[in-house]
C-alpha cells in the first residue's frame, strides 16, 4: 500500500533483549516522527528526522533508545536491554515537508510487549 | 501537570444523542489545534483542525478558545461508527521549523443502541 508501513506488527521481548522496529515512510516524505503509546494514554514524542538529519530527540525516554534514518527514508527505532516499562505501541508518522497537521499520516505501529 | 488534558471518560450514550468533549492545554505558544480519532488496535487519523472562528464538518464542531486555552469537540446525532478513543492535540512546534503534537490521553466514546 501507500501508506506508512510498520514491521513487525507485534513483538514480544524478554527483558534484557535488544529489539528493532522499522518504518516504511510515505515515498518522498521529508519528515519522520516516532511515538511511544502506552496502554490508555495518547502518544507520546519521541524524536524527529528531517531527512536524514535527527533534529528532536528530547522525547528519547533513556539513552536505551537510539532512532536512525541512514539514507533519509526507512527509520530503525533500536531499544537495548528492554525493560518492561518499554511496553508500549510504537508510532511512526511521516509527513511531506515540515508539519502541517493535516498531512501527517500514522503508520499502524509496533506492538511491543516485554516479559 | 499534563501539557493537554482531556477528561479520559469513557463516554456511554445511545445512538442519536449529542456529546460534547473538553480539553485544555498549558502551552500558551501553541500555534495549531486538531482531534485526531483512534480505533481500537489502529493508528491515530485526524478527524479535524480546530480555529478560533469553530469550525464545523458534518455532525462535528470544534471551538478554540485562546484565551482559555480550551478545546471542544461537539457530536451531533451519535452513530455506533462514532464509538472510538478522540484525542486532544495540540502542535506545540515553539518557534521549530516542524510541528512536535503533543497529545491528550484521549477520551473513550461507546455509542450504544
Known amino acids: 500500500g501507500a501508506g506508512v508501513s510498520q514491521s513487525p506488527r507485534y513483538k514480544v521481548a524478554k527483558r534484557g533483549q535488544d529489539v528493532a522496529l522499522r518504518c516504511d515512510p510515505i515515498s518522498g516524505h521529508v519528515s519522520l516522527f516516532w511515538y511511544q503509546q502506552a496502554l490508555g494514554q495518547g502518544p507520546e514524542f519521541l524524536t524527529y528526522f528531517q531527512n536524514e538529519a535527527q533534529l528532536d530527540k528530547s522525547g528519547l525516554p533513556s539513552d536505551r533508545f537510539f532512532a536512525e534514518r541512514p539514507e533519509g527514508s526507512v527509520s530503525t527505532l533500536k531499544i537495548q536491554r528492554t525493560q518492561q516499562e518499554d511496553s508500549a505501541v510504537y508510532l511512526c508518522a511521516s509527513s511531506l515537508a515540515g508539519f502541517t497537521g493535516n498531512t501527517i499520516y500514522f503508520g499502524e505501529g509496533s506492538w511491543l510487549t516485554v516479559v | 501537570r499534563k501539557e493537554v488534558e482531556q477528561d479520559p471518560g469513557p463516554f456511554n450514550v445511545p445512538e442519536g444523542a449529542t456529546v460534547a468533549f473538553n480539553c485544555t492545554y498549558s502551552?500558551?505558544?501553541?500555534?495549531?489545534f486538531f482531534w485526531y480519532r483512534q480505533d481500537c488496535r489502529k493508528e491515530p487519523k485526524l478527524l479535524m483542525s480546530?480555529?478560533?472562528s469553530g469550525n464545523e464538518d458534518g455532525r462535528f464542531t470544534a471551538q478554540l478558545n485562546r484565551a482559555s486555552q480550551y478545546i471542544s469537540l461537539l457530536i451531533r446525532d451519535s452513530k455506533l461508527s462514532d464509538s472510538a478513543t478522540y484525542l486532544c492535540?495540540?502542535?506545540?512546534?515553539?518557534?521549530?521549523?516542524?510541528?512536535?503534537?503533543?497529545f491528550g490521553q484521549g477520551t473513550i466514546l461507546t455509542v450504544h443502541p
Open positions: 480546530v480555529y478560533s
Open positions: 502551552n500558551s505558544a501553541s500555534q495549531s
Open positions: 492535540v495540540v502542535n506545540s512546534a515553539g518557534g521549530t521549523s516542524y510541528g512536535k503534537l503533543t
